[in-house]
């Protein structure tokens, strides 16, 4: 018959034994999660860096904010923003509009971010896109509509 003690070592060990498996898991795992870290492409380490960046441009007033340019469109153009891209062409800001049209036709408003200037309207049928100052609640936005786009071709149809 085992003696008290001999039982507390096998119980003793029995613990040692899970906490050795547990912590052999925990080892795995944290190195399975830092291999993935590892090989994450390095933008994607500093998403939170980037989006922090540009609120602070935003709030600093070097950029506009994607609401006023969604609303500066709503007023001009009929339609859905069906996506928007921020992208950096150049070391210039330039957001990038795709919207739906009310007949099912497409536009691409390409926007100066740092000023909200429109520089490239491109879709078809775009005519029975654009709002008349009549039709528009709030009257033409200055910061689109008095602007002739620069840099591209406003109504050029897409192939």
């Known amino acids: 018959m085992p003696t008290p003690r001999k039982a507390q070592t096998g119980a003793s060990a029995s613990r040692v034994s899970q906490w050795r498996q547990r912590y052999g898991w925990l080892c795995l795992g944290l190195g399975g999660l830092l291999i993935g870290v590892l090989a994450m492409p390095p933008h994607a380490l ?14 600093a007033g070097r950029v506009i904010s ?9 007023r001009d153009w009929l339609g859905q923003v ?15 509009v795709e919207m739906l049209g009310p007949q099912g036709q497409m536009a691409k408003f390409t926007v100066r971010a740092a ?8 879709g078809v049928n775009l005519d029975a896109m654009r709002r008349h100052a009549a039709e528009s609640p709030a009257g ?9 786009p620069t840099g591209g071709l406003e109504g050029a149809e897409d192939p």
């Open 46 to 59: 500093c998403d939170s860096e980037r989006w922090r960046s540009l609120h602070d441009e935003v709030a």
């Open 66 to 74: 994607l609401s006023e340019l969604l609303d500066s469109l709503e």
């Open 82 to 96: 069906v996506e928007v891209e921020l992208e950096d062409i150049h070391g210039e800001l330039i957001y990038e």
């Open 115 to 122: 000023d909200g200037e429109l520089r490239e309207v491109r």
């Open 140 to 148: 033409p936005s200055p910061s689109l509509s008095e602007r002739q």
